[in-house]
């Protein structure tokens, strides 16, 4: 079984719905965190937490909010959901202290009509 | 701000060339680099992590290398096989802020 798995892996929706994805580890990290995924733009962090009590925002949250419903647990949610947000969407672990590597789910694609 | 460039945005080689994959970074006051691996439609694969304290790691056939000084890491792919074909990410950690290049999409033909 996968560590990292995101649910759903695609989805369609129109603007103005509210979309929430959902991200489970099995890896018993602390850290975790959501990016997304433009062509041509790399991966950008969208939130990040720490562990259950901490969230932080990462280089784009405007539009996005997350919740940290357990250690093994972590939302992002599109409260209004408009065109521009179109993208792949990753969920990321890592072990605690500084510098440890991240791993990353499969993905959700994406797609605001 | 840290910003992370790839060059060359697409690499086409013949099957058995060696290659190498360029990453630069303008803020050296990072903690580690990452190398991923990421194929159509798919997640990313983690290759290789530096510490910001190495020069280099190596996993078979693949080997990166940092220069923090001068904001530079390489990936170089030995004996390239069709199966490499993909899209390489280099990421830099500076106090989990991990900030990612665009990739370089490979391209091995048989």
């Known amino acids: 079984d996968a560590d990292v798995t995101q649910t759903p892996r695609n989805r369609i929706t129109k603007t103005g719905k509210r979309i929430m994805l959902e991200c489970s580890q099995t890896?018993?990290?602390?850290?975790m965190y959501w990016y997304r995924q433009d062509p041509g733009l790399g991966l950008r962090l969208i939130y990040y937490?720490?562990?259950?009590?901490?969230?932080n925002k990462g280089e784009i949250s405007d539009g996005y909010s997350v919740s940290r419903q357990a250690q093994a647990k972590f939302s992002l949610s599109l409260e209004s959901a408009i065109p521009n947000q179109t993208a792949l969407y990753f969920c990321a672990t890592s072990g605690e202290g500084i510098g440890n590597e991240q791993f990353f789910g499969p993905g959700t694609r994406l797609t605001v009509l | 701000k840290q910003e992370v460039t790839q060059i060359p945005a697409a690499l086409s080689v013949p099957e058995g060339e060696n290659l190498v994959l360029n990453c630069s970074f303008t803020?050296?006051?990072?903690?580690?680099l990452q190398w991923f691996r990421q194929d159509p439609g798919k997640g990313l694969t983690s290759l290789l992590l530096?510490?910001?304290?190495?020069r280099e790691q190596t996993s078979g056939r693949l080997n990166a290398s940092l220069d923090k000084s001068s904001g530079r890491s390489t990936l170089y792919i030995a004996a390239s096989q069709p199966g490499d074909s993909a899209t390489y990410l280099c990421a830099v950690n500076g106090n989990n802020d991990m900030r990612f290049g665009a990739g370089t999409r490979l391209t091995v033909k048989p």
């Open positions: 937490s720490f562990d259950v009590k901490d969230i």
């Open positions: 890896k018993g990290h602390d850290r």
């Open positions: 530096i510490q910001s304290s190495q």
């Open positions: 803020d050296s006051a990072i903690y580690n």
